[in-house]
């Protein structure tokens, strides 16, 4: 069963704007970690943000941050002031405890910023 | 940060051969290791988890005699695809972990097999 869902499979957002990646993830485990990745043309994956099950405020780096909504078992993507560069594809992985450390990778979401 | 190399970054082979990918860590010693398969437009699919000096674990549906997987030392994986074809050409990717802290994982480049 898929265990992240990424509903969103492209987006355009003019720049300097802020645009939401949603991402919502399903486990029973109660230690978790949620990560975001950037991917440009160039295939590497970028981190941009980790979010743990126990942390108690939402993750911040630069111009990204962590919408987490335990409950809903939802983990937002917010890109603030948009960037030219910021133009790639964007993946949600979680990893459980039990599973060595190993990620799930959501489907991606494809951003485009426009001038 | 912790860096990963892989090499090569782009590979073409002829159907039938086999291609050597290796993973490196460059800064760190990698405990455990992972080899990720991704089409084009699509996801991050995890093939296998290697740790280092024991047998991989394959994901379901993953051949283990078509990918073979060697962790050897700390610091190299290597991924064998065997008698290659057409539908094997993918982006390759790996990652590393060295243990602390469990979320940190380093991704290498990508490797781009093409197989004609």
């Known amino acids: 069963a898929q265990k992240i869902t990424q509903t969103q499979p492209g987006m355009f957002v003019q720049e300097k704007e802020a645009v939401t990646l949603d991402c919502t993830y399903d486990t029973s485990d109660p230690s978790y970690g949620l990560f975001w990745y950037k991917q440009p043309s160039s295939g590497e994956m970028i981190f941009l943000i980790y979010?743990?099950?126990?942390?108690?405020q939402n993750a911040t780096e630069g111009r990204y941050s962590l919408n987490f909504q335990k409950a809903r078992k939802s983990a937002n993507l917010v890109i603030s002031a948009s960037q030219l560069g910021d133009s790639a594809m964007y993946f949600c992985a979680m990893r459980e405890t039990d599973s060595w450390g190993k990620f799930q990778f959501g489907a991606g979401t494809q951003v485009v910023v426009t001038p | 940060g912790a860096v990963v190399s892989q090499h090569p970054s782009r590979v073409i082979c002829k159907s039938g051969t086999s291609v050597k990918i290796e993973c490196r860590s460059l800064?760190?010693?990698?405990?455990?290791m992972f080899w990720y398969r991704q089409f084009p437009k699509q996801s991050l699919m995890l093939m296998a988890t290697s740790n280092e000096g024991s047998k991989a674990t394959y994901e379901q549906g993953v051949e283990k005699d078509k990918f073979l997987i060697n962790h050897a030392s700390l610091t190299l994986s290597t991924l064998t695809v065997t008698s290659a074809h057409p539908e094997d050409s993918s982006f390759y990717i790996c990652s590393a972990r060295d243990g602390q802290p469990i979320y940190e994982q380093y991704f290498g480049p990508g490797t781009r097999l093409t197989v004609t």
């Open positions: 800064d760190f010693q990698a405990t455990t």
């Open positions: 979010q743990g099950s126990y942390d108690q």
